[in-house]
DNA sequence: CAGAAAGGTCAAAAAGAGTGACCTTGTTTC
DNA sequence: GAAACAAGGTCACTCTTTTTGACCTTTCTG
């Protein structure tokens, strides 16, 4: 889907200020609400703006360790990739997943209340997934900045 | 903030399934409506749980490009590390930043509309950060997992 | 057991979302 | 240039939810 100027307002406009009422959302995008909301439900069918919800802090949420960890994997073939991807999907401590370029396969952030519960993760859950040949653990340190807006 | 089960469940629910009304989510949780709303709102007072908000999804916004980049600093003084957070707190295509153990100092992850758009942003932005010895940048060729549900 | 803390119920006000009808304006197409 | 469209504007209104307040009941806790 093609988006316009207006389309762009009302995307930086709802995540840099949630919580406008759909008038003022219109009036910050320069609409008024009828063509505010047609185009907001556009852009929510189209899959760009998701239904709006809560976030949760993971910290702030007693998760305190954070940690990327990169995977490579034993086997390359293109079933036992989709497995593995399946598999780690439904692992609840891993918030992303991304397959990557370059000399790892994959690139995972993973949520623990704390150390040892990171240990159970990787033991049970990780190592667990298939094919993975090896797991290298960065700890975060700090968390600088956790967005979601994009800068369209 | 201790969380007792009927936050957590509170919390898991919200996550699962934003879009239910307070008097779905009493049900759902087993609690009514008003003490459900009151909890609801020491959650986000505490800022455990955020205001309602819509996300955007970066690809189907035409970011298609979303790359992990690993920063090596030059000068590791509280001072300068500092200005360089504020800094990179600046850069909107920057969505992440943490800081790392190990052997790389932060990791970031950048968005772009594409690969010369991403090498803009290196040059003109990340470059420009202060005290950036070295950028590593990783490609992400597929995306299979980004959730935001801490498993409570 | 007394009090505090939290939940339940009810009722109601206020707010916002979601619609539909219809008019106006600017553009594109013949 | 006229007709046909595509969008936006305005208005009026309905319906849901949210948000509150009052008050009673149940559960813990010291």
Redesign the interface.
Known sequence: ?Q?DEPDRRI?RV??ER??LTMRELGAATGLSHSPCWRRLQRLQQ?????????????E????EI?V?CFLRMAEHRRDRLAAF?AA??RV???????????E?D??LQV?ARSVRDYEQTVKNALLELPDVQSINT???????????????
Chains 1, 2 share one sequence.
Do not use: N, W
């Open positions: 889907m988006l995307l709802i995540q949630p919580g189209a899959g760009i703006v998701s239904e709006k919800r809560y976030i949760v802090d993971p702030a949420a007693g998760f954070v990327f991807e780690v999907e609840p401590e891993v918030l992303q997943c991304y397959s990557l370029s370059g790892h994959y690139l949520v960065s700890f975060t340190l700090k968390r600088i900045k956790d967005s979601r807006v994009i800068p369209v």
